[in-house]
C-alpha cells in the first residue's frame, strides 16, 4: 500500500468515524430531550458523576483558589492594588478554571469509567442484546448519562467556583493583609452577568463534549482503528477518549472564550 | 406464511468468505434446527435473522421486513416479535439475575412492579433457579446464565425465539428440562423458532426442519426424519459421525421413503 493510499484510507477512516459520533450525538440529545425520561437511571448516574466528584472538586476548587490568589497577591502588591485581589480571583475562576479544570477532573472520574463500561458492553454483546429486546441502547445506556453529565457539570463547576472563591479569601484575607471587604467588593464590582453566562455555558458545553466522547468512544469500540477487542480493546479506547475530550475541551474553551469576550 | 426468508445470502469478514449463497425458509409455527461443526457460521447466520449483521449481498425477510435494508426503527419494530438467547447469553452483567429477567417487562410493558416481580418469579421458578435472584451474572455457573438467558428470552411471550445452543453447558437433566419447556411453551404460544444447537438427535424431537450449515452454505433443509437418510454426502457424514449408523437402519429407510 502506497503511502498516498494509506492516507486516504486514514483519512476515509476518520471522517466516516466523526460522521458515526455525529450522529451518535444526535440521537442521544434528542432521547435525552424526550419523554420517557428514567429519572432512576438519572439520579443513579448524577449520583456516580456528579456527587462522587465532590471530594476531588472540592479539593482542586480550594487549591486552585488558593493558587491563584497567592500569586495574584504576589504581583498586584507590586503595583500596589491588591484590592484587585478578589475580581482577579472571582473572574479567573468562573470564567475559565472553574469549568476547565471541573471538565477534565470530571474527564478523569467519570469520562474513563463511562467509556470503559460501554465498551465492555459492546464487547460481551449486551448492546446487542438490548438491540434485540427492541430496548432502544441509546435511550436506556447514554441518554441518561448524558442527561446526567451536563447538569454534574454545571453543578460541579458551581461548587468548584465557591470552594476557589473561599480558598482565595483564606490565603488573601486570612493568611494576607486584604481587607475582608475589599476582597468581595472588588469581587461583586468586577464580576457581570455575561461572565457567569460564560462560565455556565462553558460547564454545560464541556458537558456534552466530555460524555459525547466517552459514550461514543465506548460504543464504537469495536471500529477503533487498531482493534478493539477485548480488555486491550476497551482499555485502548478508554486512553483515546480522555486524550481526546480532554483536548477537545481545551479548544472549545478557547472558541467560547473567542466568541463571547 | 413464511416468517424467516433467505434468499442467496453472501457474508465475508475481511478476507474470510463465512456464508455464501445461503437459501433458507421456515413456516409460521414450525421449529427450524440448524446445525453444523463449530466455526461454520451458525451463529453469524443467526444474527443476519436478528439484523445484527447485514449481508453482503442477499436478502433475509424476518416477517416480512427485509432486515439488510431496514432502519433502525424498522428494525425495533420487528424486534418487539423476538426472543433471542445469545450464544454466551449476553446478560447485563452490572443488573442482577432477577432485574435482568425483569428488564424487558420494565422497558416494554406498563405492567405494575408486583406483576412483574410475579412474573419473574414464575420464569425463574420454569428454569429452576430459585436461589439466584439476587446474583450478579458473574457469580453464575455457565449453564445457570444460559437459563436465565432464557427466562428473559420467554418473558414476553415472543412470537419468534431464536436460541444459539440454548442447552450447552448443562447436565442431562437440565436439558431435558429445558426440551421439556421448549415444548410446552410452543404447545401454549406456538410460536416460530430457530434453534442452534450441537445436541443431536435430542435436539431433533423438537424440530420440523433440520438444517445443515456446512462448507460456508445451508446444504439441506429437511423434516428430521428426511434429514437422517439423506443422500447428501455432508449431510450423511454429519448424520454418521453424530448420531452413528443406528439410525439408518434398512427398515426405518424403507418406512419413511
Ligand atoms: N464479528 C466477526 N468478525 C470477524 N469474523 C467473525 C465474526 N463473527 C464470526 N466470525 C467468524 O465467522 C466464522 C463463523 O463463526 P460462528 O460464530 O458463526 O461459528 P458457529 O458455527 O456459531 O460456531 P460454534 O458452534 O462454535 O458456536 C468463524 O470463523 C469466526 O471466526
Ligand atoms: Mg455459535
Known amino acids: 500500500m502506497g503511502p498516498v493510499q494509506a492516507l486516504g484510507e486514514t483519512s476515509l477512516y476518520y471522517i466516516n468515524f466523526a460522521g458515526k459520533m455525529t450522529l451518535l450525538l444526535g440521537q442521544c440529545i434528542w432521547a435525552a430531550i424526550t419523554p420517557p425520561y428514567d429519572w432512576r437511571a438519572i439520579l443513579r448516574q448524577i449520583n456516580f458523576i456528579g456527587a462522587r466528584s465532590m471530594g476531588v472538586i472540592i479539593l482542586t476548587g480550594l487549591f486552585t483558589g488558593m493558587i491563584l490568589s497567592l500569586q495574584g497577591y504576589h504581583l498586584l502588591s507590586q503595583y500596589g492594588s491588591v484590592s484587585a485581589l478578589g475580581a482577579g480571583v472571582g473572574n479567573g475562576l468562573i470564567r475559565e478554571l472553574g469549568p476547565v479544570l471541573t471538565a477534565l477532573m470530571v474527564i478523569g472520574r467519570a469520562g474513563s469509567a463511562i467509556c470503559a463500561e460501554i465498551g465492555i458492553m459492546r464487547n460481551s454483546e449486551q448492546i446487542d442484546a438490548l438491540s434485540c429486546m427492541a430496548i432502544d441502547p441509546v435511550r436506556y445506556l447514554l441518554a441518561p448519562k448524558f442527561t446526567a453529565c451536563v447538569f454534574s457539570m454545571l453543578l460541579l463547576s458551581f461548587i468548584f467556583d465557591v470552594v476557589g472563591i473561599f480558598g482565595g479569601y483564606i490565603v488573601g484575607v486570612a493568611l494576607s493583609d486584604v481587607s475582608s471587604g475589599s476582597y468581595f467588593q472588588g469581587m461583586a464590582d468586577a464580576i457581570y452577568f455575561s461572565d457567569v453566562k460564560m462560565g455556565l455555558y462553558k460547564a454545560a458545553v464541556f458537558g456534552i463534549v466530555t460524555v459525547w466522547i466517552a459514550t461514543s468512544k465506548g460504543y464504537f469500540v469495536h471500529l477503533e482503528r487498531l482493534g478493539g477487542f477485548g480488555a486491550e480493546g476497551v482499555s485502548r479506547a478508554t486512553t483515546n477518549a480522555v486524550v481526546l475530550s480532554s483536548v477537545s475541551i481545551l479548544l472549545w474553551d478557547y472558541l467560547i472564550s473567542a466568541l463571547m469576550i | ?257
Not at chain 2, 435473522?49 to 453482503?56: A, Q, S, Y
Not at chain 2, 421486513?65 to 454466551?88: D, I, P, T
Not at chain 2, 429445558?178 to 406456538?190: D, N
Request: glycine share 8%; hydrophobic share 40%.
Open chain 2, 1 to 257: 406464511m413464511k416468517i424467516i426468508e433467505l434468499e442467496g445470502v453472501c457474508k465475508s469478514f475481511g478476507k474470510q468468505e463465512v456464508l455464501k449463497d445461503v437459501n433458507l425458509s421456515l413456516e409460521e409455527g414450525n421449529t427450524l434446527v440448524i446445525v453444523g461443526a463449530s466455526g461454520q457460521g451458525k451463529s453469524v447466520l443467526l444474527k443476519h435473522m436478528l439484523g445484527l449483521h447485514r449481508p453482503d449481498s442477499g436478502k433475509v425477510r424476518v416477517l416480512g421486513h427485509e432486515l439488510g435494508k431496514a432502519s433502525e426503527r424498522e428494525l425495533k419494530e420487528v424486534r418487539k416479535h423476538f426472543g433471542v438467547l445469545f450464544q454466551n447469553a449476553a446478560l447485563l452483567d452490572s443488573l442482577n439475575v432477577f432485574d435482568n429477567v425483569a428488564l424487558p417487562l420494565r422497558q416494554r410493558t406498563s405492567l405494575s412492579s408486583k406483576r412483574i416481580a410475579e412474573r419473574v418469579h414464575e420464569l425463574l421458578e420454569m428454569m429452576d433457579l430459585p436461589e439466584a435472584h439476587d446474583k450478579f451474572p458473574a457469580q453464575l455457573s455457565g449453564g445457570m446464565r444460559k437459563r436465565v438467558g432464557l427466562a428473559r428470552a420467554l418473558s414476553l411471550d415472543p412470537q419468534l425465539v431464536f436460541f444459539d445452543e440454548p442447552t450447552t453447558g448443562l447436565d442431562v437433566h437440565k436439558s431435558n428440562e429445558i426440551y421439556r419447556l421448549f415444548h410446552k411453551t410452543r404447545e401454549k404460544l406456538g410460536y416460530t423458532g430457530v434453534i442452534v444447537s450441537h445436541d443431536v438427535p435430542k435436539i431433533f424431537k423438537l424440530a420440523d426442519e433440520v438444517a445443515l450449515l456446512a462448507e460456508r452454505t445451508i446444504q439441506v433443509s429437511l423434516p428430521p426424519e428426511k434429514f437422517q437418510i439423506s443422500e447428501n454426502p455432508l449431510v450423511s457424514s454429519f448424520v454418521n459421525t453424530t448420531m452413528g449408523p443406528v439410525y439408518i437402519s434398512e427398515n426405518e429407510e424403507s418406512r419413511i421413503s
